[in-house]
């Protein structure tokens, strides 16, 4: 439906964000705050419980505990964050492993199109193949150089950093490949399957 | 099922100081759609040179109210849609809205179970809609509300929730102010702690569905909290300042 042109009275507005503000996707703002969201209590798993597992369809179904995790190589991002519910961070500084080096371990059934990471607490968010690897995805373990906090999803967090920030996945243990994708969390409750910020896909049909 | 949430132009109705810094809009909506309690509309602003900014807010208000929705909003100093609302926009004036959005942090007057409700500051706002909702519906089942502010001055919506406490409908309404409290003050006068979650969730039972919504500390140790005297993670459903998303 075409939408008419609609002019707020004595509207001017903020306007934050200056040399920046071509890095601000439509309808956000921008924050120097980690808000923190999520739907439920922070879960908390013991280090010497947690394990992340790459499962469904691939050869055989792999899994890293925490020691053996801390083991793989580990890369630094700087990437941009917009969440939703309207914030942008520019410049948040991770460090992790990436999605690639943990499907390198993995032999991956030729079907495999769609990936449903999964967490500590029951959470779900579902995403295409195509969206997590080479080098758009990775798991982060530390946020500005310290642990990341359980609040923001530590000990590990999914973060894919093109799409909006309900689908990097916290508490995440693990991902599972699937041929048919599937809604997950937020997807299934009228948030946009795909997500991208830069076309505005936070609800069904966007 | 996927119903498309299209930008409408809602006509602000009437505008209500809750407190110094607190003010609810009613919409007029077109298009309305009957929310559940617990959602939020999103507001776009439009500049003459087209720049926007979006913000969401939560509905204060029932279901049951037909055609309309009243939001309340917290004004920030230094914010860019709350300021406008608050000092800009008076009734009469139209501003676009879409919603309702949100399906997790919902609650219906068809779930029988007890209900516990914790609220920090503004986060009483989609609380608000599920009691009057509740209210609206006839809804017996024993609910208390545990509520932080500053001062007494920053309570919204105290006089309403006298009255639904004194109409004896199964409600009940637990104050706790963090920072100053007047003479003769009855309520709690700390921070949300174990002993006061205690003393407000146990009388609801072991099978209590639990809504919190604050800033995030509040947040955070209301929930670790009630999962350390026994109930249940997903009976608690949480949102921190901002509805839903990562």
Known sequence: MAEERFISRGFVGKRRGGEKKDRIPPGQYLTNDFPVLSAGPTPRTPLDKWTFAIEGLVKERI???????????????????????????????????????????????????????????GYTTNLPLTDVINGQSFIALKYDDKPLAPEHGGPARMVVPHLYFWKSAKWVRGIRLMEKDKPGFWESAGYHNHADPWKEQRYWND | MKQTLNWQIASVKDTKSETANVKSFTL???????????????????????????????????????????ITVE??????????????????????????????????ATMDESLL??????????????????????????????????????????????????????????????RSQPPAWKGYSRRIDQDMLKEVAQPLGRSVQVFICGPTLLVEAAANTLVKIGINSNQIRTERFGPTGG
């Open chain 2, 75 to 108: 004004r920030i100093n230094d914010g860019e849609v709350s300021t406008y609302l608050h000092d800009v926009l008076v009734p009469g004036d139209r501003i676009e809205a879409r919603g309702p959005i949100g399906g997790y942090f919902v609650w219906e």
């Open chain 1, 63 to 121: 899994s890293w505990t925490w020691q053996e995790f801390l083991q793989l190589p580990m890369q630094t991002y700087v990437v941009d964050i917009s969440c939703v519910t309207k914030w942008t961070h520019l410049d948040m500084k991770w460090e992790g492993v990436s999605l690639d080096t943990l499907l390198e371990h993995a032999d991956l059934d030729r079907n495999a199109m769609f990936v449903t990471a999964f967490s500590d607490g």
């Open chain 2, 28 to 70: 007029t909506l077109p298009a309305w759609m009957r929310h559940r309690a617990g959602q939020h509309y999103d507001i776009r602003l439009t500049a003459e040179d087209g720049y926007q900014a979006q913000r969401s807010y939560s509905i204060a208000s029932e279901p049951e109210r037909e055609g309309e929705v009243d």
């Open chain 2, 117 to 178: 409700l914790i609220a920090g500051g503004s986060g009483v706002v989609p609380l608000m809609s599920m009691i009057r909702h509740r209210a609206a519906a006839g809804a017996k089942n024993p609910t208390s509300l545990l509520y932080s502010s500053r001062n007494f001055e920053d309570i919204i919506y105290y006089n309403e929730l006298e009255q639904l406490r004194s109409a004896n409908h199964g409600v009940q309404v637990f104050h706790t102010l963090t």
